[in-house]
T-cell receptor, first 111, second 110 residues
Framework: DTGVSQDPRHKITKRGQNVTFRCDPI?????LYWYRQTLGQGPEFLTY????????KSRLLSDRFSAERPKGSFSTLEIQRTEQGDSAMYLC?????????FGQGTRLTVV | GIQVEQSPPDLILQEGANSTLRCNFS?????LQWFHQNPWGQLINLFY???GTKQNGRLSATTVATERYSLLYISSSQTTDSGVYFC????????????FGQGTILTVHP
């Protein structure tokens, strides 16, 4: 069991650029979640996949954000036209039914 | 949605002391997890405990689902216990989507 893996661990980008993050869940886990955590806060839910279907999106996920999970395996989260307010830790989690396991996160800094 | 409140927000201890962290939630849940966030930001699973009591070494947790609270006990604290502790819950129709509390920042001094 290699755990949930996220790439990259850190990303610094200029405002207006597009960025893409990848999450590889635990292999037998069919549920995958993205969360965002800003400084001093708990993580907040962004979106949820069951296999390849995106079943729920938070209102936090503006139209600049898009997530995919082709073939129900890894997932990508893309942010277009980044803004300074997008600076945060982006966390991915996976589960079979209930207990969730998190990756190391991708820390995004928009300058 | 479910509301989650953690207390205290900050806790400072001397090494060897015991502590209790509390998590109150506003509705029935089918998942409750305690996490420790390490300095690099990763959430480490401590307990999956929607009800009942569990122990793992110096840590133990109790969830009283009917009264909508959970407690995390840390005994004989060590400096490596420092960090942020989060409680997170999920309700019956939420597909396992977790709602997190604001966390308790624990600092253990040698």
């Amino acid at each position: 069991d290699t755990g949930v893996s996220q790439d990259p661990r850190h990303k610094i980008t200029k405002r207006g650029q597009n960025v893409t993050f990848r999450c590889d869940p635990i292999s037998e886990h069919n549920r995958l979640y993205w969360y965002r955590q800003t400084l001093g806060q708990g993580p907040e839910f962004l979106t949820y996949f069951q296999n390849e279907a995106q079943l729920e999106k938070s209102r936090l996920l503006s139209d600049r954000f898009s997530a995919e999970r082709p073939k129900g395996s890894f997932s990508t989260l893309e942010i277009q036209r980044t803004e300074q307010g997008d600076s945060a830790m982006y966390l991915c989690a996976s589960s079979v039914v209930t207990e969730a396991f998190f990756g190391q996160g991708t820390r995004l800094t928009v300058v | 949605g479910i509301q989650v409140e953690q207390s205290p927000p900050d806790l400072i201890l001397q090494e060897g002391a015991n502590s209790t962290l509390r998590c109150n939630f506003s509705d029935s849940v089918n998942n409750l997890q305690w996490f420790h966030q390490n300095p690099w930001g990763q959430l480490i699973n401590l307990f999956y405990i929607p009800s009942g009591t569990k122990q793992n070494g110096r840590l133990s947790a109790t969830t009283v689902a009917t009264e909508r609270y959970s407690l995390l006990y840390i005994s004989s604290s060590q400096t490596t216990d420092s960090g942020v502790y989060f409680c997170a819950v999920a309700g019956g129709t939420s597909y396992g989507k977790l709602t997190f509390g604001q966390g308790t920042i624990l600092t253990v001094h040698p």
